[in-house]
C-alpha cells in the first residue's frame, strides 16, 4: 500500500539527542529524529502551510523556525536545534506529527509550494535605523541589531533611538515577512 493512500502520513520516528561536542557547556541538545516513513510527498504541503525560510526541491527539505528553533525536515528525517532537553525535542517532533499528517490529509485543498518564504534583508533594516552604534539595544553595532531582527530576536521597539515615525515603517517592512 503507497503512502498516498493513508491518511496518516508520518506514524513515528526514532529520536537521537546530541549536546554539541566542540561545546560541551552548552546548555542545549540537538535532535535528530529518524522517521518510520519518507514523507518526503508532503514537504510542498507542509512549506505552503508553515512558510519554510528554506526550501530545497531534490532532496525534498523545508527548513523554518519556529518555536525560537530552526526546524529542518526532511523526507527520511527531522532536525531541531537548541532544545532545552529532551522533552521540548519530543514535544516538537509531536507537534510537527500533527502538522505533517494535517498537510497530508489537506493536501488537495493546499496549493504546494516551492519556493521559501520571503525574508527582510539586513541592508533594508539597516536602512531604517539611525546608524549611531549607540549600544542603547545591548549590542555593539546596528548590523548586528538588524541581523538579530532578521532572525526574530528584537524588533522594532527595541531600538531606543528609533524616531517613532521610523519605528512605525520599520514595523510596516516587518510585517510583511512571517516570524514564529
Not at 27 to 38: D, P
Not at 116 to 137: E, H, Q, S
Not at 149 to 170: F, S, T, W, Y
Request: charged fraction near 25%; glycine fraction near 6%; proline fraction near 6%.
Amino acid at each position: 500500500m503507497s503512502a498516498a493512500s493513508h491518511e496518516t502520513l508520518l506514524t513515528g520516528w526514532t529520536r537521537e539527542i546530541t549536546r554539541a561536542e566542540c561545546r560541551p557547556e552548552a546548555q542545549t541538545v540537538h535532535c535528530i529524529a529518524r522517521l518510520n516513513e519518507n514523507i518526503g510527498e508532503v514537504i510542498p504541503y507542509l512549506n505552503a502551510v508553515l512558510g519554510g525560510y528554506t526550501y530545497i526541491k531534490e532532496p525534498p527539505s523545508v527548513t523554518f523556525r519556529s518555536q525560537g528553533k530552526l526546524i529542518s525536515v526532511h523526507a527520511d528525517h527531522i532536525a531541531i536545534n537548541a532544545n532545552r532537553d529532551e522533552e521540548e525535542a519530543e514535544k516538537i517532533l509531536q507537534w510537527l506529527q500533527r502538522e505533517i499528517n494535517d498537510a497530508w490529509k489537506r493536501r488537495d485543498r493546499i496549493t504546494p509550494s516551492y519556493e521559501a518564504a520571503p525574508r527582510p534583508r539586513v541592508i533594508d533594516i539597516l536602512k531604517l535605523l539611525p546608524k549611531t552604534n549607540c549600544k542603547k539595544c545591548g549590542q555593539p553595532t546596528c548590523i548586528v541589531f538588524a541581523s538579530l531582527v532578521i532572525e526574530g530576536g528584537k524588533g522594532a521597539d527595541n531600538c531606543p533611538e528609533l524616531a517613532p515615525h521610523m519605528q512605525e515603517k520599520l514595523q510596516e517592512y516587518l510585517g510583511q515577512f512571517r516570524f514564529d
